[in-house]
Nanobody
Framework: QVQLVESGGGLVQAGDSLRLSCAVSGRYVMGWFRQAPGKEREFVAG????????VYADSVKGRFTISRDNAKSTVYLQMNSLKPEDTAVYYC??????????????????WGQGTQVTVSS
């Protein structure tokens, strides 16, 4: 059983930065997704098991950075220049079945409980 625990969410103002953390028991392809009220869950960023490959959604490219520290069993999402439209519950997810970094929810088989990020204008 893979356990994922997110932390680091909160309320910030537009233009601020925030870093999310996800503690994961194991080395897998990891992804960050988000879901805003009334909207479908969407892919934000993904990273390979060794950190050598990263993928981003166009909406966050250049503002968000995904990284990992396998020695600390933690995956991070550094979010800069936050916008009100980034407001959502953010989830980390693990893909234990494949080595490729996918963008679809179905590519990931374990999910964290989510952490709220609210960006005020």
């Amino acid at each position: 059983q893979v356990q994922l625990v997110e932390s680091g969410g909160g309320l910030v103002q537009a233009g601020d930065s925030l870093r999310l953390s996800c503690a994961v028991s194991g080395r897998y392809v990891m992804g960050w997704f988000r879901q805003a009220p009334g909207k479908e869950r969407e892919f934000v960023a993904g990273i390979s098991w060794n950190g050598g490959s990263t993928v981003y959604a166009d909406s966050v490219k250049g503002r968000f950075t995904i990284s990992r520290d396998n020695a600390k069993s933690t995956v991070y999402l550094q979010m800069n220049s936050l916008k009100p439209e980034d407001t959502a519950v953010y989830y980390c997810a693990a893909n234990t079945r494949r080595a490729l970094v996918g963008k679809a929810s179905r590519d990931y088989d374990y999910w964290g409980q989510g952490t709220q990020v609210t960006v005020s204008s």
